[in-house]
């Protein structure tokens, strides 16, 4: 991506360049001491990269895979304990209003 700071032309790297169309406009930023570490002001990109999401969407799946395999197959211990709460009579409120 080029752009222009004063009299002198610049280029900034576009990490995700499928977000942008050739000759669409494009907010860039960039530091006024060093304008060559310029980058495009993107959600995708700039705040969140490709990789913090992928990494996310896998924490994600593998806690949902813990969670089904602990839910899914119960100790016959912990069948007991919840047929034994089942049958227990629901405690009386302290103060009826």
Same mark, same amino acid.
């Given at each position: ?26 907010? !860039?930023? @960039? ?11 993107? #959600? ?6 490709? /990789? ?9 799946? !593998?806690? @949902? ?11 016959? #211990? ?6 034994? /709460? ?12």
């Amino acid at each position: 991506m080029q752009f222009t700071v004063g009299d002198s032309t610049h280029y900034a790297s576009i990490p995700y360049s499928f977000l942008h169309k050739e000759g669409e406009s494009t907010q !860039v930023i @960039y530091e006024a001491s060093d304008p060559s570490k310029a980058q495009a002001y993107d #959600v995708l990109g700039y705040w969140i990269s490709f /990789g913090e999401v992928l990494g996310s969407l896998a924490i994600l799946l !593998v806690l @949902y895979f813990v969670a089904h395999s602990i839910t899914s197959n119960p100790t016959p #211990v912990a069948l007991l304990e919840e047929q034994e /709460g089942a049958r227990k009579k629901p405690r009386k409120p302290k103060y009826d209003l």
